[in-house]
């Protein structure tokens, strides 16, 4: 199957599955494929049913987002895609098998389960950092701000090498368990507010980070908590799904 042409160039299929393997895209498509026939699979072995009337309609808006006012604009449209109409309804029909399963897995109840079972993953802070290139001068540094911790802000907009962060003294914001590099976390998430920590090591042991504890909030089920919980629960339930079939890339 080819699926471009330059000018005599032929892209075939094959051609492209090896360039999205060598750009390193390759496994997250298979893995968000594999996610999705795993959880149309689930939603067809639960008993949900999909009407004819839940395709009619998808298919409606999918003609009225596209312009798709003439039944033969609606042709022209699967045929520039290259799918039937078959194809074309299997696909929705999948699409809504997909989105009544994760009604059911992202329901209240299993949400506020996970959060509870899980708060402490959930604690919020808000730091700030300086980052720089030399351990003495980052010693140097933290006890300038340690004898005057006012002055963070300022030594971060003067000496750190975050271009994105020093600008605004150094403040990172708010991160989450998980964001952080894992032998320094569990030291952040324990220090105090206005807790001065480091210097630390970068992976790349070619800088080194002075943190401040800016503010500490308790885990609460909301806003971008909420939508952190749902990944989870959904890649909970898809792990324990994949235990159920024969998995293999070919």
Known sequence: ?????????????????????????????????????LTVHAARRSGIEISIEAIQERFDQIRRVEGLHRAKDAQAFLEQLGVTLDDFEAYITDTLYKERMLEHVHRREALDEYFHLNSPKFEVIEISHIVVDAENKAREILSLAEEEPEMFPDL????????????????????????????????????????????????????????????????????????????????DWLQARAQEHRLEVL
């Open 1 to 37: 199957m080819d699926v471009a042409r330059v000018d005599d160039e032929v892209v075939t299929a094959e051609g492209l599955v090896k360039w999205l393997k060598l750009r390193g895209s390759f496994d997250s498509l298979i893995e968000e494929l594999v996610s999705e026939r």
């Open 156 to 235: 971060a907009r003067e000496h750190s090498l975050d271009e994105e962060t020093c600008e605004q003294g150094g403040r990172v914001g708010r991160v989450m368990r998980g964001e952080l590099q894992h032998q320094i976390e569990a030291k952040i998430f324990n220090a105090e507010v206005g807790e001065l920590l480091g210097p630390f090591q970068t992976p790349d042991e070619l800088f080194y980070e002075i943190f401040k504890v800016d503010a500490r909030h308790s885990a609460r089920l909301d806003g971008e908590t909420l939508r952190e919980v749902r990944r989870l629960v959904y890649q």
